[in-house]
């Protein structure tokens, strides 16, 4: 039985930790069956299905005879009970485990060190994790302990030099790639995640990470000057509406939109996270305001961030077709599909496939599937602290729902949620839209209410990766950063170790009550 728990280093009552014992929590239990007391975490417990009774491992040995089970293996296998009775277990145990053989001797560990042109000053080995003098074969004086030598460690003067080195080259091949766009180096590279001062053809000087020019961005005072990756974004709709508009600054004057199709009265935004991020000038409501200036006019707009094209590229074209009307999937009625709940593995797979947001933590994970074909997944979760969720009993979120980009699933939202309805008997269910892609109708169609619109969001950027804002909550940042400063805010710190914040046009949340 358990006896104690501790969360965070403090002892909790134990009826807290039957009905919402966290995985991570430490408890005391005492062996059913010997007696003893031991100490685990919770996780493991739940895991081998042992919170109502506990065995320590000796008992559970005992218990399962595996012992019994091992010498009939080893009679079975070699005609004796203990393996060591064999003469080829016996040779490995020696070789392996006995001291003598793997000490080793200090003119063993000169002829290694002369082998590179070292000279060895210790005349003693004490043990592995003790350092040894050494003069390199460039004449540094220096130590390291063998375990390190071993490893392929070698002089650190050394190291450095050739570290300086290896950036001088970088910084040459830096200065031709450049120059390919009529670009020129002013400042010394050093590193990526600093910028470097360049001059653009026409004579602007600005920074840059290294790494955005690489991804296509240039000067920021070039006027319409687009990303090679919005050009692409462009080139891609162009074969579908050859009239379309780049650079538009007619519609919501005196601000830019990057692709317009008047026919369809859509507009595309495409985000760069570093040019649209709020060290760029973009504060929480620049991306919300062109969208709202847009409905004003009678123009949707849909708002591309660089990783979704750059990592999601064909979930991102597919979705592009879809809420353009050009997507010819095939036809699928959901009357003619089945239910069933599946694993964490599967589910996740869809999703990073079939949906932009990619895999969820979710708890309760439904598929449908056409002739053994999962066309169709969605997932139901607990309310999300992140997303200023109260857990409640019966209250749940519908956290993903999507369909296999090769077909269209007629009805499968519905009879999806018909299922969790039957099933999971809910007394309410809210979810969220995202307003850059939809504008909630799929809701409208389940019987959903709308509730409210939520804030604009914000992530942190770095290396063309978004990261959401809750795993840098100030309270986290001095486990996460290398030089956190505890008197500067979230945002202050974030900056200082080279990521941006960029908003999104915030979330519509939507609610079905029972």
Known sequence: MIVKAWKNGEEVDLELLNTRGHGSDIVEYKCDKCGSLHKTVYNALKRKNR???????????????????RKKTCVLKYGVAN??????????????????????????????????????????????????????????KGTITWNSWSRGCRCNKCGIEKARISRTSSEEYIIKFLAKSGYTLLSTYSGLK?????????????????GNFKYGHRCGRCFGNASSAETEVADFLRTYFPDLIQNDRSLIIPL?????????????????????????????????NKLLRCEEIGYTLITIFE?????????????????????????????????REIPAKLKNRFL??????????????????????????MTFGKANIAKGGIDAEGKYELVRFCSDSGYSVIGAAGKLLKYFERS???????????????????????????????????????????????????????????????????????????YYRIFDCGNTKWIKYY
């Open 307 to 339: 990783d979704e094209w750059v990592g999601k590229k064909d979930i991102t074209k597919s979705r592009l077709l879809y809420l353009l009307g050009l997507s010819t999937p095939k036809r699928v009625y959901a009357r003619k599909c089945s239910v």
């Open 194 to 210: 600093n910028k470097i001062k360049v001059r653009c053809p026409k004579g602007h000087v600005t920074s840059i990470l290294f």
């Open 83 to 140: 393996p060591m009775q064999v003469q080829e277990f016996k040779d490995k145990y020696i070789k392996h485990n006995v001291w003598e053989d793997q000490k080793v001797d200090i003119r063993d560990i000169e002829k290694s060190f002369s082998k590179e042109g070292y000279k060895l000053l210790s005349t003693q080995y004490i043990g592995n994790k003790e350092k040894l003098e050494f003069i390199c074969s460039v004449g540094h």
């Open 352 to 377: 990073e496939k079939n949906h932009i947001q990619g895999q969820d933590k979710s708890n309760v994970k439904l598929g449908l599937f056409y002739k053994e074909k999962l066309v169709s997944v």
């Open 51 to 69: 919170v109502e009774h506990q065995y320590c491992r000796s008992c559970t040995v005992k218990l399962n005879g595996v012992v019994d089970k």
């Open 424 to 498: 999971f008997a809910p007394k309410e269910i809210f979810s969220y839209s995202d307003k850059r892609w939809s504008v909630g109708n799929l809701y409208k169609k389940l019987s959903f209410e709308y509730a409210h619109d939520t804030k604009p969001n914000y992530w942190y950027s770095v290396n063309y990766k978004r990261f959401h804002r809750f795993n840098f909550r100030k309270s986290m940042l001095h486990k996460r950063l290398q030089n956190f400063d505890k008197n500067k805010t979230e945002v202050q710190n974030m900056v200082d170790h080279g």
């Open 256 to 288: 830019e939109l990057d692709i317009v199709i008047p026919e369809k009265k859509i507009a595309i935004e495409y985000c760069g996270l570093y040019w649209h991020s709020e060290q760029q000038g973009k504060n929480s409501d620049y991306h919300l």
